[in-house]
T-cell receptor
Framework: NAGVTQTPKFRVLKTGQSMTLLCAQDMNHEYMYWYRQDPGMGLRLIHYSVGEGTTAKGEVPDGYNVSRLKKQNFLLGLESAAPSQTSVYFC?????????????FGPGTRLTVL | GENVEQHPSTLSVQEGDSAVIKCTYSDSASNYFPWYKQELGKRPQLIIDIRSNVGEKKDQRIAVTLNKTAKHFSLHITETQPEDSAVYFCAASPIQGAQKLVFGQGTRLTINP
């Protein structure tokens, strides 16, 4: 049981390049989330998904796209990277079961955009 | 939308003393309040949470209190130890629906030996 995993762990991009971050979970969770973490700003929600084939915008969605083609995977895409997207990205998941709220986080992806 | 404010941003205490971190929230619809601990270079991990039908919850050396009327909640760590040094985040969300967490800005806690 690996929990929540993220690929890659580190990446350096040049401005204007594109990339996709992969999040995978093996806990059969319905809900998945992408956050970014910047110094002094806590974690901010980018996009989230409440089930396979559905996605929605969070607090800071601009410049990102997501897809949830399979229940266990949640992809975050940057179409044209900007230096402002330099951050640590965390994926998280939780169950839809009543009374269950803990979000489990992946190990993070450190992205630098030059 | 929800806004969560967390204070202080940094906190330094002597080993064995208590530490208190405070958060306020704005949306009365929020009824789930978790606290996450993040060690350097690691992922956030849940250490305790509380729901709005409870005023206080304890788990060994950590406790959380909630005042729904004033819209604030606090984390209390007693008998602090060096391994408590980390960044702590509070968050708020409704229990229903997509359970979208809104996080505070974080508190860097340092335990001095």
């Amino acid at each position: 049981n690996a929990g929540v995993t993220q690929t890659p762990k580190f990446r350096v991009l040049k401005t204007g390049q594109s990339m996709t971050l992969l999040c995978a979970q093996d806990m059969n969770h319905e809900y998945m989330y992408w956050y970014r973490q910047d110094p002094g700003m806590g974690l901010r929600l980018i996009h989230y998904s409440v089930g396979e084939g559905t996605t929605a915008k969070g607090e800071v969605p601009d410049g990102y796209n997501v897809s949830r083609l399979k229940k266990q995977n949640f992809l975050l895409g940057l179409e044209s990277a900007a230096p402002s997207q330099t951050s640590v990205y965390f994926c998280a998941s939780t169950s839809r079961l009543a009374g269950y709220n803990e979000q489990f986080f992946g190990p993070g992806t450190r992205l630098t955009v030059l | 939308g929800e806004n969560v404010e967390q204070h202080p941003s940094t906190l330094s205490v002597q080993e064995g003393d208590s530490a208190v971190i405070k958060c306020t929230y704005s949306d009365s619809a929020s009824n789930y309040f978790p606290w996450y601990k993040q060690e350097l270079g690691k992922r956030p991990q849940l250490i305790i949470d509380i729901r709005s039908n409870v005023g206080e919850k304890k788990d060994q050396r950590i406790a959380v209190t909630l005042n729904k009327t004033a819209k604030h909640f606090s984390l209390h760590i007693t008998e602090t130890q060096p391994e408590d040094s980390a960044v702590y985040f509070c968050a708020a969300s409704p229990i229903q629906g997509a359970q979208k967490l809104v996080f505070g800005q974080g508190t860097r806690l340092t335990i001095n030996p």
